[in-house]
């Protein structure tokens, strides 16, 4: 069982910088896991916005690339989100996800989401 908790959403002036956190826990070997972060719009579709493997390769959808950067700190059981150069279209509940899996396009583990509004 995998648990994730995000941290370090709120809100911030366009233009600036935020970066997001994601803290797991669980009984499993938590480098072996492929996270993502999410987002989501009320009213819209969930939007895959940055993946890492467990080898640290990453993928970054375009509509972030070279804005936002995903990581992770194996030590510290923790995943991050750098976001910089923040647009209003940015906006979203964001979510942290896992899976063990990382063949699957399903990711079965998610965070509660942390809240960033740009403006």
């Known amino acids: ?5 995000e941290s370090g959403g709120g809100s911030v002036q366009t ?4 970066r997001l956190s994601c803290t797991v826990n ?7 896991l492929c996270m ?5 719009v009320p009213g819209k ?3 895959g916005v940055a993946a890492i493997d467990s080898d640290g390769t990453t993928n970054v959808a375009n509509s972030v690339r ?3 950067t995903i990581s ?15 647009k209003a279209e940015d906006t979203a509940m964001y ?21 960033v509004t740009v403006s």
């Open 66 to 68: 070279g804005r936002f």
């Open 36 to 40: 993502g972060w999410f987002r989501q």
């Open 72 to 86: 992770k700190d194996s030590a510290k059981n923790t995943l991050y989100l750098q976001m910089n150069s923040l």
């Open 45 to 47: 579709e969930r939007e």
């Open 26 to 32: 669980g009984s499993i070997k938590r480098g072996s």
């Open 15 to 18: 233009g600036g910088p935020l």
């Open 95 to 115: 979510y942290c996800a896992a899976k063990i899996s990382c063949w699957s396009a399903r990711y079965p583990f998610w965070g509660q989401g942390t809240q």
């Open 1 to 5: 069982h995998v648990q994730l908790v």
